[in-house]
């Protein structure tokens, strides 16, 4: 019996780091914190495998998905 790989990463290309980046406004900075504690309450409150339901591609993909979205409604 072979066991399956799951290469699933949730959280690929998300900067879940607490420390603000050079180049990264204070605004931007405490935004990406609230953002990053959000997904986070998210994944832990549904479990892996609902997450991996609702994002299929990652959080990242949703992300862009939406700002973009939000770009075209402006």
């Given amino acids: 019996m072979t066991k399956e790989i799951d290469n ?8 879940l780091s607490n420390a603000r980046s050079e ?4 605004e931007d900075y405490r935004k990406r914190l609230k953002q990053n504690k959000d997904i986070l309450k998210l994944y832990n409150t549904i479990g ?6 609702m994002f299929p ?18």
């Fill in 8 to 15: 699933y990463s949730a959280f690929a290309e998300i900067n």
């Fill in 23 to 26: 180049n990264e406004s204070y």
């Fill in 48 to 53: 892996r495998d609902n997450f991996k339901e």
């Fill in 57 to 74: 591609n990652g959080v990242e993909e949703a992300l862009k998905v939406t700002q973009e979205e939000v770009g075209e409604a402006k």
